[in-house]
């Protein structure tokens, strides 16, 4: 049995087809399915049950037609009903190991999904943080010179003002 | 002719260099983020309803000491254009 494959978080190819929309969920889609291998596993045993009891009709233990005068017929007749009663259990008992393996499976493929979609949860969480922090770095940055650029330009406002001082003291001294 | 005050005349090209240079790099990016964002491709719907979250998700509070200082100096710097009026 090989080991599981990781969840693929790659976007253009989606992680798992109930990602997409417009398709009914990833639970009713899987119990519809096994819904239908189930109706196929109980078809499959009625046919194959049904055949051998056809078999069982032609062949020579086959019971005679009625108004023949044949002493073997009670006792084929109960070998039929014996065969038929067997036929039945074996049915039942197919229909119930097909449903329990089922239903393991099922489980088994839900836990493995639940694993899967919470891995893809702790990631888009941790990609989100990331993406916060991200953030407020780059407008911490972007505000940064902002300031610098302000102080430079206070600077030559403030050169500006003591040339204009100056200026008119040398001219009207 | 008057001749120029050359203090005069480095400001005012202070001025306009830094002026255009702010506008081209403002406008260069603002078009870059419209391209970006533009569309009806839902890759491209989903980046905006995730950038609207981010900017109503978005806390002062971590910038607050960056918004304080440059309020600060802009307040010198008003100071300082109404000291040029006095002047």
């Known amino acids: ?173 | 002719m008057p001749r120029p005050d050359p203090f005069l005349v480095y400001r005012t090209t202070l001025f306009i260099a830094l002026t255009a240079y702010y506008v081209v790099t403002t406008a260069g990016g603002v078009w870059r983020v419209v391209a970006l964002l533009h569309g009806n491709d839902p890759r491209k719907r989903l980046l905006r309803t995730y950038l609207s979250y981010q900017l109503v998700s978005f806390r002062i509070r971590p910038l607050a000491g960056e918004l304080l200082q440059i309020a600060f100096w802009c307040t010198i710097l008003l100071v300082i254009y109404w000291l040029h009026g006095k002047l």
Do not use: C
């Not at chain 1, 196929?40 to 062949?59: H, M, Y």
């Not at chain 1, 008992?93 to 893809?120: F, G, M, N, P, S």
């Open chain 1, 1 to 173: 049995m090989s080991p599981p494959e990781p969840p693929s978080l790659d976007p253009a190819t989606p992680s798992s087809p109930a990602d997409t929309p417009g398709r009914p969920p990833r639970a009713s889609r899987l119990s519809g399915m096994f819904d239908s291998v189930r109706q196929v596993g109980r078809d499959v045993v009625s046919v194959a049950l049904g055949r051998l009891l056809e078999s069982q009709e032609k062949s020579p233990l086959a019971p005679p037609e009625a108004g023949e005068s044949n002493p073997a017929a009670p006792d084929a007749a109960k070998r039929v009903g014996v065969l038929h009663a067997v036929a039945q259990q074996l049915r039942g008992a197919a229909d119930t190991y097909v449903a329990a393996k089922l239903d393991e499976i099922e489980a088994r493929v839900d836990e493995k999904l639940e694993t899967i979609e919470a891995r893809i949860d702790r990631k888009i969480v941790e990609l989100h943080q990331q993406l916060v922090e991200m953030r407020d770095r780059e407008l911490r940055h972007r505000l940064r010179l902002l300031k610098v650029t302000l102080i430079f330009t206070a600077l030559v406002a403030v050169l500006s003002l003591v040339y204009k001082w100056v200026s008119q003291l040398w001219q009207f001294p």
